[in-house]
């Protein structure tokens, strides 16, 4: 039997979390929308909003990781450098291993768009048998950030013992080198 | 009332910090003429030339960040592969979060001019209310790394609830973002 | 007199460690090759094939470092996000600094080949007179590396106080700046 799967997206947003209103998931719903033009594989996701803070981040990994059986868990928000910014240092404290090249390529991307795509502190990292992004908070860099790490994803996910992600060829390539 | 604008720059240098001569300080200077030529808002400079040592390095970041209240502090030197060079390892004693966008940029850009950029470690961080920045030691590079990374910097101190500074336009344009 | 030039050159591979048949040091093989096409100076190589162990690597960085006295050591697998993949875990903690520089040029690089190239977490470091580099796992992915790094590798290579390494400037040419 074919593994299942399921991907986490996490929005944190002191504002959002304590809203009720239609337009605080804006950056959730961005992936969400990206990930249905990108996946041909069947799929399901578990979306949560949290405030952005660093022991509620580092369970809601937990639990999407361990116990929802997440291949991969996409954030968004709490990147930047200001004080109530912890989602990288979550990152960095859950994840086994750290994959700066996501972070690197992110920001080289953002920084096409806006010069203080530098201000991002975004990363990637595993735990086990999860891939963690760091995504950013605005949905037009959500998208710009996506579209450049994605075509890796999948072969990531296949290394690390994940189901295997079909993409949808006619909006996004995903690459896997001919041997292991 | 307005807040001040403080700017620590701190210059790292076994042989300058012994001699007396007016040369020494060629690559502080360096900082000290970009600045000029960028910032509009009045601010105030404190330029210390000190030698290469770990612990009067963190001292000197905590002197200037806590008690002379610097938003910025940009050092020069140190940032290397030898021995001596521990700005860097200061740096990240120092700094609550690593910001590695700046260091990623500062060698793409330097790369431009030299494939010896790699060889730099230079990173910038934020320690409460103070942006801190590793800049080259060499002038050319100096004025190089701040004009990749200086349209990003104003924006950053007001994430970290520093003063408004106000770039000068005919020379470098800073950047910042519509909606918080 | 001169000092020697010693080079490490260690494959990590759980596969090519348990088998004696030729084809299985082709990525040692890609590294030892394009050292005789860049290194004009005598030079000798060690070279060893280990399986992807934790200590192991750690142990045989200590001897290549210490009593071989490599002035380099030229890393080959290991680098990617599975489990088994631990030598940039080795590199971290044997190194006493890190060069982001080295790992950040080389994705960069490998990107315009591959999009899976944000997956290597390939970095390079400083253990008192020895530079390690960690290289991809595939030979046609090391040279790109190595082309795009060894450049600042002599220069690198004096500044730790190693000896000096004449590139063979036909096929490379290394950069020295011109004041230290």
Redesign the interface.
Known sequence: MEKEIIIGVLQMSDRASLDTNAYSSLSGDAILEVLTSYIKSPYRTIFNIIPDEYDLILKTFHTLAVEEKCCLILTTGGT????R?VT??ATEAFCQ?????????M??ES?KY????????QTAG?YENT?LVNLPG?PAAISQCLQA?F??IP??ID??EGPFILANEQNI?A???KSG
């Open positions: 930047g450098p200001a004080k910014d990288v240092e291993k750290i994959l700066p090249g996501f972070g690197e390529l920001r080289m920084l806006v010069p203080t795509a530098i201000l991002s502190r595993i891939l605005k790490v075509p890796a072969y990531c290394l690390i390539k690459f896997r080198p």
